[in-house]
C-alpha cells in the first residue's frame, strides 16, 4: 500500500518561510508526477505547484516567484518552499504523487500552514 507523507507546516508570521515535505513509499519515484495543493478553510483544494512526469515544474500564477517544488528521487521525497508567506496562504497543503494519467493518484493526510499578521 503507497503511503504518502507531508510535514513540515506550522504557525509562523507574515513574511516568513517554510519547507514543506512530502515522502512516498513507491517504487521508481522518479517517473511519478508530484502535486502540491492548498485548501482554504471554505474553499475548493487548489493546485500550488505540480512537477510532471516530464517537463518542467509549473506554478499557480499568482504563486510564482514564492514557492519553489523541488525533489530528491533518491530519498522519495518532494518539496515545496513557501518564502514570503501572507496570511491568505493559510491552508492545509497537500502532497499528490501520480503517474499514467492520474489512474494511479495517491494523496497524503495534508500539513496545517497558519500565516498570523
Known amino acids: 500500500q503507497v503511503q504518502v507523507v507531508e510535514s513540515g507546516g506550522g504557525l509562523v508570521q507574515a513574511g516568513g518561510s517554510l519547507r514543506l515535505r512530502c515522502t512516498a513509499s513507491i517504487t521508481f519515484f522518479s517517473v511519478y508526477e508530484i502535486g502540491w495543493y492548498r485548501q482554504a478553510p471554505g474553499k475548493q483544494r487548489e493546485l500550488v505547484a505540480l512537477?510532471?512526469?516530464?517537463?518542467?515544474?509549473d506554478y499557480a500564477f499568482s504563486l510564482e516567484g514564492r514557492f519553489t517544488l523541488s525533489r530528491d528521487n533518491a530519498k522519495n521525497t518532494a518539496y515545496l518552499q513557501v518564502d514570503s508567506l501572507k496570511p491568505e496562504d493559510t491552508a492545509v497543503y497537500y502532497c499528490n504523487v501520480a503517474r499514467s494519467r492520474r489512474a494511479y493518484s495517491y494523496w497524503g493526510q495534508g500539513t496545517q500552514v497558519t500565516v498570523s499578521s
Open positions: 512537477s510532471p512526469e516530464t517537463g518542467s515544474t
